[in-house]
């Protein structure tokens, strides 16, 4: 036997394509990322491992020395990524794990700039996607198990003979993409999230987003329990100092943070600000995102790296053909796809009457 015939094939070969053909989606977030420590909060390149466990929930993430762990900036990407899977199986059409995209498209969905050092970044943050290690138990199914896998399986840039990037392709581990496709897994987030700066910031918004959502009372937490679920490297004083200044600030979107006393404890409440503007079964609104910040590099200059537009000129397939029968019935879409248009249509007529905005969608 050849070795060429010894070698694994790719991943790839044996996946569908879901090529990114459409234009902006809702963002969306799975669940399991949202209260849990799966990535660093800090900029700087973290090795530390993290090792979280609350009762049946275990949560290990391991770096590589060379790369270190994914940031939750980095995880804009998976974002994105469940935002347009979503966004297509709404419409009824085939999605998979295997993605292809222009990194304009990724790029300006998480209002980023798309000069030459952001097309860096991305790739940047795809490999620490791919060298990152998680060990969970979460949605272990019947039987108690630990599932192993990374962010990104793999990921490849798409060039045209003259060395001109026209696109990536990237596989999503099985895991996540379960997540996504169980309606019951996601929540709407809002857009204004990817102009937090901070990364104790960006994961308290995805915490309040998980746990408070609409309820009038909020949540509340303990500083020492949120701390713990956050996995950062800081000291459990220097983190209640950051979000004593987070509350300063209100600058966590749709919601309002005050710090309460209890005997010796101290504790974080979170409020959503009007429950009038979530309007149940709506999408999210997007009023106000043209004027998000971008993050990057606000004069990053036009280069050969940039990709000028979101068409996909390497493949013929660039637009998705096929209705995604099979996908339905294992999501939670309890509609005909051909009615989806029709219900979203009414909804909006129904909500105009009373309401003067949209809401949020899980």
Not at 141 to 159: D, K, L, P, T, Y
Request: aromatic share 8%.
């Amino acid at each position: 036997m050849s070795r060429r015939h010894l070698l694994p094939a790719s991943e790839r070969a044996t996946l569908h394509p879901f090529v990114i053909a459409t234009g902006d989606a809702s963002p969306r977030d799975q669940r399991d990322l949202m209260e849990r420590p799966f990535f660093s909060l800090a900029k700087a390149k973290r090795t530390t491992p993290i090792l979280y466990r609350s009762g049946d929930v275990q949560v290990e993430v391991f770096a590589s020395a060379q790369h270190g762990m994914a940031t939750i900036w980095d995880a804009d990407i998976l974002i994105w990524a469940a935002s347009q899977i979503i966004e297509a199986e709404t419409a009824g059409l085939k999605t998979s794990r295997f993605l292809r995209f222009t990194p304009y498209q990724l790029l300006t969905a998480i209002r980023r700039q798309t000069g030459s050092r952001d097309y860096r970044l991305l790739k940047g943050a795809l490999v620490r996607l791919q060298s990152t290690s998680v060990l969970t138990t979460i949605r272990n199914g019947e039987r108690w198990r630990r599932h192993q896998f990374s962010w990104v399986n793999e990921w490849e840039e798409c060039a045209t003979r003259d060395g001109r990037v026209e696109g990536m392709e990237a596989v999503l581990p099985d895991w996540f993409y379960r997540g996504v496709i169980d309606r019951s897994l996601v929540l709407s987030i809002d857009p204004a999230y990817f102009r937090l700066t901070g990364g104790i910031e960006r994961w308290l918004y995805r915490v309040a987003r998980k746990h408070a959502g609409r309820q009038p009372a909020g949540w509340q937490f303990e500083v020492r329990h949120l701390h713990q679920k956050s996995g950062s490297l800081v000291r459990v004083s220097d983190f209640a100092l950051q979000l004593r200044r987070i509350v300063e600030r209100q600058s966590i979107p749709g919601y309002r943070l005050r710090i309460e006393r209890d005997a010796r404890r101290e504790l974080l409440r979170i409020q959503p600000l009007d429950l009038s503007t979530w309007a149940k079964g709506m999408a999210v609104d997007t009023v106000g995102t043209s004027h998000a910040i971008r993050i990057g590099t606000s004069h990053a200059t036009h280069s050969g790296l940039r990709t000028h537009g979101s068409q996909l000129s390497l493949w013929n397939d660039n637009a998705i053909q096929t209705r995604n029968r099979e996908s339905n019935r294992e999501s939670n879409i309890l509609v005909a796809p051909g009615d989806v248009e029709k219900l979203l249509r009414d909804a909006a007529r129904r909500l105009s009457l009373t309401s003067p905005r949209r809401g949020d969608k899980r």
